[in-house]
């Protein structure tokens, strides 16, 4: 069913199948994703086609430099002399908070309590977002204009980060000759029953010694990559959200490596986006001897 639903996407999504499987890996282990393009790579109707794929609502934040926080996430105003909440547009399943780099400090940092603890607050009072919930943030190349630099504590919120620009010849025509449109899926794909599916995967003691060995050869290249216990965890979490969808029930090795590149690419800022991959396997995982 996972591979039909996969399937499903890609006629929309064109080559981008394994980006696909690491956005449904990333909401089955509830981590929010950050997608760093120029306009018009498809990232909005990746997020919508995911959306109508797993039924699930959906709302778009376009980020200005005049977006107030309160257009996000909400405010309150009174009927008579009763206050009344008016819910924001972050009240949903999942969020596009498009071109995120292009807000202010004030608006991007709107998200920051809704991504950690999916609640948000307003005048001191608490309210609960829908369940499930994830935020699929856009954001442009740092050498567009308009952009600022997003604060290390916003980027480590985000479980993965990639591009959808990169395709090859065949598949630009392909994406030139598609006529396929967006359709909510037919089939019943459970949220909870993959989650559930995901708590029972196993992971052996090599890999958590594994993680650990990358974080220390991380700190000892002495550049400006922090590995957050938020983000150890995630990388656990994220591995075994892509064995679901790999449908195995073991994590491997080879999983943690594939995987790294997309963890870590929004929290290396010294490089271009090109050459930070080629930089994770060369310096980071080539020099790990894995544990058998």
């Known amino acids: 069913m996972i591979d039909n639903l996969i399937n499903s996407i890609s006629k929309v999504v064109i080559g981008n199948k394994d980006k696909i499987k690491l956005v449904l890996a990333s909401i089955i282990s509830e981590g929010s994703i950050l997608i760093e393009d120029y306009p018009g790579t498809g990232k909005t109707t990746l997020a919508k086609a995911i959306t109508e794929s797993l039924k699930l609502d959906f709302r778009r934040v376009q980020f200005t430099s005049d977006l107030l926080p309160s257009d996000i996430l909400g405010f309150n105003m009174y009927k008579g002399t009763k206050p009344f909440f008016q819910k924001g547009p972050i009240f949903t399943n999942i969020v596009l908070a498009d071109e995120l780099n292009r807000g202010s400090p004030k608006s991007q940092s709107a998200f920051m309590e809704a991504m950690e ?21 856009t954001q442009n190349p740092m050498d567009t204009a308009g952009t600022s630099l997003l604060p290390d504590s916003q980027l480590d919120r985000f479980m993965v980060s990639f591009s959808l620009s990169d395709l090859d010849d065949d598949n630009k025509i392909k994406m030139l000759k598609n006529k396929e449109k967006i359709s909510k899926s037919t089939q019943k794909l459970s949220l909870k029953k993959l989650k559930e599916t995901k ?49 195995k029930d073991y994590v491997t090795h080879q999983d943690v490596k594939d995987l790294l590149p997309y963890v870590l690419r929004h929290r290396i800022n010294f490089l271009k986006p090109e050459e930070k991959i080629e930089f994770i396997n060369s310096e980071i995982l080539s020099k790990i001897e894995i544990e058998k």
Do not use: M
Request: proline content about 3%.
């Open 117 to 137: 603890e999916k609640s948000v607050t307003i005048d001191g009072k608490t309210y609960d977002l829908p369940t499930p919930f994830f935020v699929i943030a």
């Open 199 to 247: 708590e029972k995967v196993h992971v052996a003691d090599t890999i958590y010694n594994y993680l650990i060995e990358i974080e220390k050869k991380t700190k000892e290249l002495n550049q400006n990559i922090h590995l957050s216990a938020r983000c150890l965890k995630q990388i656990i979490d994220l591995s075994k959200g892509w064995a679901v969808i790999n449908e």
